[in-house]
């Protein structure tokens, strides 16, 4: 899922994870910066094996907000293994609201991004949800009050 801030795609991602989890699916939620940390610490301990054989067991993946922290060279490339050990096995969602033509910013190496751009939309489906965001438009529709006001409210602690 793709598309600007607020649109809904994290929403989107995790409706769809209940929903598999209710129909009886093993699923992971997680953020791409946690995740990247976690492989990463994984790695230095020499259990990251281990958790390959955890990851293979879920059906559904759900990696949020891809490209909002670039990855260093040694996360993109455990970022990269990992979903490309899914690609066509199972089930995987990733939300960002980076087009695929900017994936090479997280990556920092043109072939890795090319090869996990086409591993991941090799027969899948690319939802776009760019449009204007509903928390700015939430926000745009709470009153203004000024912060004095709130100040000399006798509701308001500090």
């Known amino acids: 899922m793709s598309g600007n801030c607020g649109t809904g795609k994290t929403h989107i991602a995790i409706a769809l994870g209940i929903k598999a989890c209710l129909e009886g699916y093993k699923v992971l939620f997680t ?23 955890k990851l293979s067991k879920y059906d559904l993946v759900i990696l949020d907000e891809f490209g909002y922290i670039s990855a260093d060279k040694e996360g993109a ?4 293994t990992h979903i490309s050990l899914r690609a066509g096995q199972k089930s995987t969602i990733i939300t960002t609201n980076l087009s ?6 997280i990556f920092g190496d043109p072939v890795m991004t090319a090869a996990m751009t086409d591993r991941l939309t090799h027969k899948s489906y690319v939802v776009n949800m760019s449009g204007p965001s509903y928390r700015i438009k939430e926000t745009s529709e709470v009153t203004i009050v000024p912060l004095f006001s709130l100040i000399k409210s006798s509701n308001f602690f500090i």
């Open 31 to 53: 953020t791409v910066p946690l995740f990247i940390t976690q492989l990463k610490g994984l790695k230095s301990t020499k259990s990251l094996r281990g958790f390959q054989n």
């Open 77 to 80: 490339e455990l970022l990269f």
């Open 100 to 105: 695929f033509d900017r994936w090479g910013e």
